[in-house]
């Protein structure tokens, strides 16, 4: 655990007592010198030294310093201290879902951007806590679960080994797939969905994105970024041509509080490649990219090389397994000065033989 600073307070107005410590100072010294005074009314001071042995020097002072620091602690936690704390992060499931349209075979990644992409996926999940599941969604015309979210780290590889190149690109019906395979109680389906601003006369019809079937309860929507138990990170080089719009999904993915860290690879301005006797410029659409991170509350990373990309997955292992948290500390405080408090008496008792 680790805390950043700058600490906040919700109730400063009580940082006002700390200003009692001078005076307890104050109280310790009057206290010291009344003592000394009082013992130089003694006929002898060599009376007064054979009586009390050798002097206990230092460590007279010891236990009330302790006491005072531990004061000071408790009256910072009185204050309510806000700090933001890195932990562990309470992510339990992740959903790869990977791009596999032809525009993936383009060799501007190094030895292409499919090769290169799967290269780093498998060093993700090897740098992944083994406690993490995992989750592979496929994506070019149509998504679909490639594997199922497992622990297992060498099904996950195979199944990584095994993509096949397809023609389009589906970005939101890859996010509606890892949604339907992390919330598979609220049976979430693909093909019931209406593709709104698809323009295809012939694309599949039904249901708007949030109307829940006849048998289901009404889903109720949760703030963007809260639900923190699972994520998805979404690797795409192109932009969307069929399926679910994209926005359409990314609000989905909020309204479920799901975080969506999308990972644009290969050519920004373009470029043209050929896939089964046809050619056909393939361009990285940022722009969505970066809007489905921000109706998230997640962050869009760029990959224009193979050393780019596996970095970005480096960052995205650590992104996901500590998080940032803003929290009370009170109780870290009070703990604190327990413990002085205990430790003040304790020696107090072993050297001298009373509480203080």
Do not use: C
Not at 210 to 231: L, M, N, R
Not at 276 to 283: D, F, L
């Amino acid at each position: 655990m680790m805390t950043h600073w700058p600490v906040t307070f919700l109730w400063p107005q009580l940082l006002w007592l700390l200003l009692a410590l001078p005076l307890l100072v104050l109280l310790y010294v009057w206290l010291m010198r009344r003592r000394k005074q009082a013992a130089l009314r003694y006929a002898s001071l060599s009376i007064v030294r054979e009586a009390m042995g050798k002097g206990p020097g230092w460590r007279r002072h010891v236990p009330p310093v302790l006491l005072l620091t531990a004061i000071a602690v408790m009256l910072l936690a009185s204050a309510r201290p806000m700090a933001t704390i890195v932990l562990p992060s309470t992510q339990q499931t992740i959903i790869l879902a990977m791009d596999v349209s032809g525009s993936m075979r383009a060799e501007d990644v190094k030895p292409n951007r499919l090769v290169a992409s799967q290269n780093a996926a498998k060093a993700f999940l090897a740098e992944l806590p083994r406690h993490v599941k995992v989750g592979i969604v496929a994506f070019a015309g149509s998504a679909q679960v490639v594997q199922p979210v497992t622990l297992s780290r060498e099904d996950l590889v195979t199944a990584i080994d095994k993509f096949q190149l397809q023609r389009a690109t589906a970005i939101g019906s890859a996010i509606v797939v890892s949604l339907s395979e992390l919330f598979p109680e609220q049976r979430i389906n693909l093909g019931d969905m209406t593709y709104s601003r698809n323009t295809d006369p012939f694309a599949p019809k039904g249901r708007s994105l949030d109307q829940p079937k006849p048998d289901e309860k009404a889903f109720t929507p949760v703030a963007p970024g809260s639900y923190t138990s699972a994520a998805i990170i979404l690797l795409t080089d192109g932009q969307r041509t069929t399926g679910v719009d994209t926005a359409e999904a990314a609000k989905m993915a909020a309204e479920r509080g799901v975080r969506v860290y999308t990972v644009g690879v290969g050519t920004v301005d373009g470029e043209i490649i050929g896939f089964e006797g046809w050619s056909m410029r393939v361009r990285l659409d940022e722009e969505s990219l970066k809007d489905v991170a921000r109706t998230t509350q997640a962050e869009y990373y760029y990959a224009g090389t193979a050393e780019n990309l596996k970095k970005v997955y480096e960052t995205l292992s650590s992104r996901l397994t500590v998080e940032k948290k803003e929290t009370e500390i009170s109780g870290l405080l009070a703990l604190a000065a327990s413990l002085l408090a205990l430790l003040s008496a304790g020696l107090s008792v072993l050297w001298f033989n009373r509480i203080l």
